[in-house]
């Protein structure tokens, strides 16, 4: 059993009822995911976060990690057979499917 919890990363769609989001592994508390996440969009990605989430969105994810990936993919380390460094973000679990997960989301509208 895993001592790490797991998470969604991802976000509310336009209409307030669907959450698009990646699965993320490892280290899903928020005390380690917002401060990785934030490190990743304001020093890699120039406080861009469509291009951020766009990035996010392609897999799903060992652990955000953007300063350790960014190291271990500039010098091609080849990581693990099941995750490989993504530059600015963390590491991404290979053999996974493609597509986000979408699902209504559980909030209640404020109106």
Known sequence: MSHFPKSLI??????????RARLCHSDGYPTCQVPALGVALHK???SDLDRLVQDILRHDW????PDEATV??????????KAQPFAGVGYYLTGFDTAPRSAPS???STA
């Open 62 to 65: 060992d652990f955000i990690a």
């Open 10 to 19: 991802g976000l509310l769609e336009p209409d307030g009822r669907t959450f």
């Open 44 to 46: 890699y990605y120039d």
């Open 106 to 108: 559980t909030r209640r």
């Open 72 to 81: 271990d993919a500039q010098e091609s380390a080849p990581g693990s057979r």
